[in-house]
């Protein structure tokens, strides 16, 4: 006897039901979500730094080249300038697919940093300050050729000055230790991570005489983690610790008690002439409204500050305070 298995028709699966997706959270708990609102996640690429990441990093190392340049300039006796032009993520392939040919490679490590990390000097920069570190004046030919084992233990000294910095301008989070472990002049013998690696890379335009060149420094994904991590903490702590700043209570000024200041009062409600009031004398009676006896305003230092209504005391002429005025 055979059995067909059953068939939903289309009305047991409506249209609107495709696009929904069981995802299965911590503790197996079920919930659906639109498939539109699904990422996907590439675990052989786990990379993926946040804009606001991105640029935490980007303003560090933007301090690191001011300070790099001074360091430089000193060592040199020249001046040096140099300025991030871009900090992004790319595939370790397309990085060293990316590197002209010959180039002059640094490998090295930043223990406990994770990882081999490269920093990249094109040969006309790397040849502009072995001249200067020779005594020259830091001008060379414009053709690139792989250094020589003299010119790369010459310039070896300004690398540990670029990396000794770096190392330094991290201090605060990790006290890292540097560790040069050789040289390379073409990316396609590199083989110090994975080609699917996403390496974080530095650009910076250095500026050495008449020389313009990229100086590049490339870390893998997983090596500045935890440098990340510090700067995410750090921002939180300085965003809890900002409070707005506590307003103290109004105090009176003693330096006040003894300042004299004028009060008066005063009322409208009589209105003359020019000749009328040239043609008054003494012993004249004026005729006012005694409405404007409830209507009359208390001037401190010329400035009106009360309401308040005529009447007398002990014999004299007094006024009752009723209400302030607002400004």
């Known amino acids: ?8 028709s289309d009305e047991a699966m409506p249209p609107e039901q495709e696009s929904i997706v069981t995802v299965v959270g911590p503790m197996g708990r079920k919930s659906r979500h639109k498939a539109e609102d ?28 001011r300070s790099l340049s001074a360091r430089l300039s000193m060592y040199l006796r020249l001046e040096v300038s ?20 010959p180039t002059h490679l640094t490998l090295f490590k930043a223990e406990p940093l994770k990882g081999i990390c490269l920093l990249d000097i094109p040969p006309r920069l790397g040849l502009t300050m072995v001249d200067r570190l020779l005594g020259g004046p830091g001008s060379v030919s414009t053709a690139d050729r792989d250094l020589t084992e003299i010119e790369t233990a010459l310039l070896d000294q300004a690398v540990q000055i670029v990396l000794n910095e770096w190392c330094r301008h ?8 540097l560790g040069l472990l050789g040289h390379e002049s073409n990316g396609k013998f590199l083989q110090t ?6 390496m974080i890379c530095i650009s910076m335009e250095t500026h050495i005489g008449d020389c313009v ?3 590049q420094m490339a870390f893998p994904h997983y090596a500045l983690e935890p440098i990340v991590k510090h700067l995410t903490a750090a921002s939180a702590t300085e965003k809890a610790d900002v409070k707005a700043p506590a307003i103290p209570p109004a105090r009176w ?3 006040l008690d003894r300042m004299p200041v004028s009060v008066s009062a005063q009322w409208d409600g009589l209105q003359m002439t020019a000749r009328e009031l040239v043609a008054l004398k003494p012993g004249d009676v004026l005729m006012l409204d005694p409405q404007v006896t409830q209507q009359v305003q208390v001037h401190v230092a010329s400035a009106p500050k009360y309401k308040a209504r005529l009447g007398t005391r002990g014999g004299n002429w007094a006024v009752e305070l009723t209400q302030p005025l607002t400004n």
């Open 1 to 8: 006897m055979e059995t067909s298995a059953p068939q939903l």
């Open 38 to 65: 699904i990422r996907a996640y590439d675990f052989r690429q786990p990379a993926f730094l946040a804009p606001t990441e991105l640029r935490k990093l980007r303003q560090r190392h933007d301090d690191f080249a």
């Open 82 to 101: 140099l300025e991030v032009t871009k900090l992004q993520t790319v595939r370790y392939q397309d990085f060293t697919a990316s590197l002209g040919t």
């Open 170 to 177: 991290w201090q605060s989070f990790e006290d890292l230790r």
């Open 193 to 198: 991570a994975p080609h699917d690696t996403m």
């Open 213 to 215: 060149a990229q100086m």
């Open 253 to 255: 000024n003693s330096e």
